[in-house]
């Protein structure tokens, strides 16, 4: 039997490529789209093989009533409501919206409390590498050498630098055992050693550049990801949904899902 799948935020950017990707699945079935009005819905394109058209509905309350699990790739504001929604119902959740205030944070480590939730800035499996190839170049690297990250998005993007980026910053924090020191966004002056700096640009229909920087003394070792289609997310996000159904409560991300951190090593959502 098919999981039932709802998604939240279904005429969006990314909705729209879970709805495409979900055909390449047959152990996932789109239950519910939740849309911000029902004119959003009007022009969805559903995959030609479901052979049960999902119900497009605009109250998250009948999204979660119609599914087993809810992907949501919304905005900060509404997924922490569907992942009060999720906790009620002791729904599994996929979270891929970024840009939450600590408010918003521990909103959600609260929902992980009561149900399995899946957050992942980013759904790529290359970018869950890149966490770890930074995270072991700044182990191995000394503070002589800065770190500078680099990011690129389409121009409709709303939070910078965007959650991958932070996320990045810090992993390579982590791999340096300290906590994590941000430039302030006046770069002004000479550089502070230790601190990590962002750049954050936005144009165009960039999907998503990410360029990880350790500049030394005499060398420069730069590790980058470039996502050159939206489906890659989506891809990362359905397989997330599969393996996190049926799952105990608790904060999972990527690196669970693809065994990149040890059990006992999780830190967050206990
Ligand atoms: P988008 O603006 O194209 O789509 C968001 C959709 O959510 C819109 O259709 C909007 O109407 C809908 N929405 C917003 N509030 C809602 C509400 N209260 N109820 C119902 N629907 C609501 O944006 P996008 O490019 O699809 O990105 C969405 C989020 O996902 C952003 O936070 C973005 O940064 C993030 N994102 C994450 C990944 C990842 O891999 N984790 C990849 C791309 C984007």
Redesign the pocket.
């Known amino acids: 039997m098919a999981i039932r799948m709802g998604i ?2 279904a ?5 729209r490529a879970l709805i495409a990707a979900s055909a390449e699945r047959s152990d996932l079935r789109l239950s519910a789209l ?3 009005d029902a004119g ?1 819905g009007a022009n969805l394109a559903l995959p030609a093989n479901a052979d049960h058209a999902p119900d497009i509905v605009s109250a998250p309350e009948r999204l979660f009533a119609l599914s087993d699990i809810v992907i949501d ?3 900060p ?2 997924s922490v409501l569907h992942a009060g929604l999720a906790a009620e119902r002791g729904m599994p959740l996929v979270l ?4 939450f205030d600590a408010k918003g944070e521990r909103a959600i480590r609260a929902a992980a409390k009561k149900t399995a939730l899946l957050r ?4 790529a499996t290359g970018i869950a590498l890149l966490v770890h190839l930074v995270r072991k170049a700044a182990a191995t690297l000394d503070m002589g050498y800065d770190i500078e990250i680099l990011e690129m998005h389409h121009a409709m ?1 709303r ?1 910078a630098p965007s ?1 991958t980026a932070l996320a990045l910053g810090d992993a390579a924090a982590e791999g340096r055992g300290r906590a994590a020191s941000f430039a302030a966004s006046d770069r002004s002056g000479i550089r502070k050693t230790g601190e990590i700096g962002f750049a954050v640009l936005r144009g165009g229909d960039v999907i998503g550049d990410h360029e990880v920087i350790f500049a030394g003394a005499g060398e420069r070792l730069s590790l980058a990801h470039r996502a050159t289609d939206r489906l890659v ?1 989506a891809r990362g996000a359905l397989r997330a949904a599969a393996w996190l159904y049926g799952r105990p409560a608790g904060l999972y991300g990527l690196d669970d899902m693809l065994g990149l951190r040890a059990p006992e090593d999780r830190t967050d959502g206990e």
């Open positions: 939240a935020g005429a969006g950017r990314m909705g939740l849309v911000r959003q790739f919304t905005s504001a509404a891929g919206t970024t840009g992942a800035a980013n759904f993007k939070d959650g997310f």
